[in-house]
């Protein structure tokens, strides 16, 4: 299990860095996941804002919806993972 759902605001997300994985939630009870690595220089992304992943190494920013890169250097979208939404809980599958 990563945690709550409770854990992850709308329009936010947030990374678990031991499984190295971000979910966000851009819509109200739609939970995305992704790996947290960037694509750029594998640095772990480092926050969820205004539904945008953000890198704190060199300021690439990625889609919480779909895990398209919105702003470089990184060129390539963060990879999808497979999550599990029940009982208030998140689970990386």
């Known amino acids: 299990m990563l ?4 854990d992850v605001a709308v329009h936010s997300g947030k990374v678990y860095t031991t499984e190295q994985v971000v979910v966000t939630q851009p ?10 690595i960037c694509t ?6 480092g926050s969820v804002e205004n539904d ?11 889609s919480a919806v779909d895990g398209s890169v919105l702003k470089g250097p990184a ?6 993972k497979t999550i599990t ?7 990386l599958d």
């Open 3 to 6: 945690g709550p759902s409770a």
């Open 27 to 36: 819509v109200a009870g739609s939970f995305k996941a992704f790996t947290s």
């Open 40 to 45: 750029h220089k594998q640095c772990q992304v």
């Open 52 to 62: 945008q992943i953000i890198c704190p190494c060199h300021g690439s920013r990625y």
């Open 75 to 80: 060129t390539l979208p963060l990879a999808p």
């Open 85 to 91: 939404v029940a009982a208030g809980k998140i689970t």
